[in-house]
Nanobody, 122 residues
Framework: QVQLVESGGGLVQAGGSLRLSCADS????????MGWFRQAPGKEREFLAV????????WYVDFVKGRFTISRDNAKNTVYLQMNSLEPEDTAVYYC???????????????WGQGTQVTVSS
């Protein structure tokens, strides 16, 4: 069973950085590709990045390339999202999710965390 818990969200000024973490309390973390999504008020959930099982492969949506970095530590059952140069438009609830492949849409993911709020002030 996969149980995902995000942490690391908060309030940050524009131009600042945050690192989100997503920990899995189960025993099967390393067999899943892991993705990060976000959802702003009144908007659909949008894909941000995905990382393969070993961490060797990653893929990003264009608007976060160069600003966000996804990584994982299978020994700690944790996936990270380092976010730099944050903008007010990045304000959203951020979610991690687990998939059996490197999915780039929400319907490809089987397990989801509860989300963590990120607020970027101008």
């Amino acid at each position: 069973q996969v149980q995902l818990v995000e942490s690391g969200g908060g309030l940050v000024q524009a131009g600042g950085s945050l690192r989100l973490s997503c920990a899995d309390s189960g025993r099967t973390f390393s067999i899943y590709s892991m993705g990060w999504f976000r959802q702003a008020p009144g908007k659909e959930r949008e894909f941000l990045a995905v990382i393969g099982r070993s961490g060797g492969n990653t893929w990003y949506v264009d608007f976060v390339k160069g600003r966000f970095t996804i990584s994982r530590d299978n020994a700690k059952n944790t996936v990270y999202l380092q976010m730099n140069s944050l903008e007010p438009e990045d304000t959203a609830v951020y979610y991690c999710a687990a998939s059996s492949y490197m999915a780039t849409s929400a319907n490809g993911y089987d397990y989801w965390g509860q989300g963590t709020q990120v607020t970027v002030s101008s």
